[in-house]
């Protein structure tokens, strides 16, 4: 049996429980006098019978699936033959996998080993007895859990404090756990980081103008030892950035403005949807359009003026990359300029400034710390876009700041270097790491930066 039908079996019993719960809560308000009798409603009342037979299942499935794929593999051991378990740790992890996949193919009959086959039927056998298990267990304890809500169903029972406080409960776990994702990646990239640190110099890192990652299996082979200097992968990724933030703002604010104090309403309900389409465009069609039609195009318009042009230039990948995030700016920016307080406008019409004083002076300083929120959020998007930059702007480390030229970014090093089978102990993989651990700093300070202005105009115009 899956966890998902055990998981649907708790919740239809939950819902079940909700309704007899009410229901109850209906029946002793008729007997007591009116609904105004109980001390919460009918609906709380369900709510908790249904949550003390949800919580306390889906606790038991959690804990279980946790701890079943460690128990079972310890229950398998015995299973292992003793010239594997000779050979160490690193074989019998080896061992288990292949059994592992074998249960999956449901083909033992044709694994000509053994062994194998029945360590195959003893692990599908565990886990076949596990799930009943599982299943037998939450349902029980669902049950008991409603029947105990429901008997304490009375005129004076506190359904609505109960419920409010474990609404609440799960809205502080919700907000944990976002806190603790980002701690956990965090410090996940920095261990790895420090790693990358011991084997190569934080000065050559961070100073250096040479990236060349390959390492070589053996001491004696030609190229063992890299070299990683980070600073043309952030020149890049800084050029590229640029170029699509000189795109994306003006005409992203500019169509902002047009549909928020100028359009009409008709013109308004057309063209910002049509606008927000961009926004779900993949960005590997967008990769295909500037690898197939803006860089061609840049490249014999260079021709003709007498440029030497790359076929992969930071120029072409950072103009795609500017139309893809025109939605993020125009949208954000439509949506704070209209949120501006219309009795701004009409005093400032009042006094006599025209429409475009009226936008220029007042209502744009007004809406500027949303407005930096919304560019802000744009850069981030442009600074860890990949694809597009792979497919137009090449892998080549180049130390240049001319857009016609071929450059790579952070983000692209990344996904270059973990690509494929990887072993996470040499310099190369690690490197990764410590590319991404600078790349968060940077932002950092970015966001911090934008902070400061956003508080800055907004102690002015709150």
Known sequence: MSTT????????????????????????????????????LPGHYGLMVGLWCALPALAIIIGWKL??????????????????HDLGEKPVDLYKNEINNLAASGNIAAEPDAAKQQ?????????????????????????????????????????????????????????????????GIVFSVLFEALRFFSQVSVIEFVTGTKWSPQTAIRVDQAGSSGSFGAIPLFLGTLLISAIAMLVAVPFGLMSAIYLAEYASPR???????????????????????????????????????????????ALAAGTVMGIMII???????????TAVPQAMRDGSSGL???????????????????????????????????????????????????????????????????????????????????LGLLLFITTLILNVIALRVVRKYREQYD
């Open 352 to 434: 006599g400034a025209t429409k475009s004083e009226t936008v220029r002076k007042v209502v744009f300083p007004a809406a500027l710390p949303g407005i930096v929120g919304g560019v802000l959020l744009a850069a981030s998007r442009a600074i860890g876009e990949t694809m597009i930059v792979v497919m137009a702007a090449g892998l080549a480390a180049n130390l240049t700041i001319n857009p016609l030229e071929a450059v790579t970014t952070v983000t692209v090093q990344i996904v270059t270097l973990l690509t494929g089978d990887q072993e996470f102990d040499s310099a190369k993989t690690l490197a990764a790491f410590a």
């Open 67 to 84: 701890f079943e794929g460690p128990i079972v593999s310890s229950m398998l051991d015995s299973s292992i033959p003793q010239a594997v």
């Open 267 to 313: 013109t308004r309900a057309i063209v910002k949807p049509l606008l927000e389409i961009l926004a779900g465009i993949p960005t590997v069609v967008y990769g295909f359009f500037a690898a197939l039609t803006v860089a061609p195009l840049i490249r014999n318009l260079g021709e003709h003026i007498g440029l030497s042009v790359s076929s992969e230039s």
């Open 327 to 337: 939605p993020f700016v125009s949208s954000l920016s439509d949506d704070v300029i």
């Open 119 to 183: 360590a195959a039927t003893r692990l599908n056998t565990l886990r076949s007895y596990s799930a009943v298990a599982l299943f037998l267990l939450s349902i029980a304890v669902a049950i008991i859990g409603a029947a105990l809500a429901y008997r304490k169903i009375k005129s004076n029972t506190r359904a609505r404090p109960i419920v409010e406080r474990i609404i609440e409960f799960f809205l502080l776990a919700s907000a944990s756990i976002a806190i603790l994702t980002t701690v």
């Open 5 to 40: 039908t055990i998981l649907l079996v708790a919740l239809s019993l939950a819902f079940v429980s909700f309704v007899m719960g009410r229901q109850k809560a209906y029946s002793i308000a008729r007997s007591s006098g009116g609904v105004s009798k109980l001390h919460s």
